[in-house]
């Protein structure tokens, strides 16, 4: 089984930075991509980033490529998404979500952290 739990969320004004964390605690190594997404109000979940536990390949969406940088402390089991250059609309419920490969769904989640960028 596997645990993730989120931290760090909270209010930063538009051009701020905040830094994510996600403790992971059981199975989560190797074979195990770790991703970030979110979901504001009224809109349907967003993927934001991912990152594998093995070799750490990232892969950004759109909306926050060249903003968000995705990593993960081997060491602490923990994975990270540092959040620059933040847009109001980067306001959301930030989860983290684990998936095994070959495992294409996301099978575990966090219980989600508030992050609100006021203009």
């Known amino acids: 089984q596997v645990q993730l739990v989120e931290s760090g969320g909270g209010l930063v004004q538009a051009g701020g930075s905040l830094r994510l964390s996600c403790a992971a605690s059981?199975?989560?190594?190797?074979?195990?991509?770790m991703g970030w997404f979110r979901q504001a109000p009224g809109k349907e979940r967003e993927f934001v980033a991912r990152?594998?536990?093995?070799?750490?390949?990232?892969y950004y969406g759109d909306s926050v490529k060249g903003r968000f940088t995705i990593s993960r402390d081997y060491a602490k089991n923990t994975v990270y998404l540092q959040m620059n250059s933040l847009k109001p609309e980067d306001t959301a419920v930030y989860y983290c979500?684990?998936?095994?490969?070959?495992?294409?769904?996301?099978?575990?989640w966090g219980q989600g952290t508030h992050v609100t960028v006021s203009s």
């Open positions: 059981g199975r989560t190594r190797d074979n195990y991509v």
């Open positions: 979500a684990a998936r095994k490969v070959p495992i294409a769904s996301y099978d575990y």
């Open positions: 990152i594998m536990w093995s070799g750490g390949t990232t």
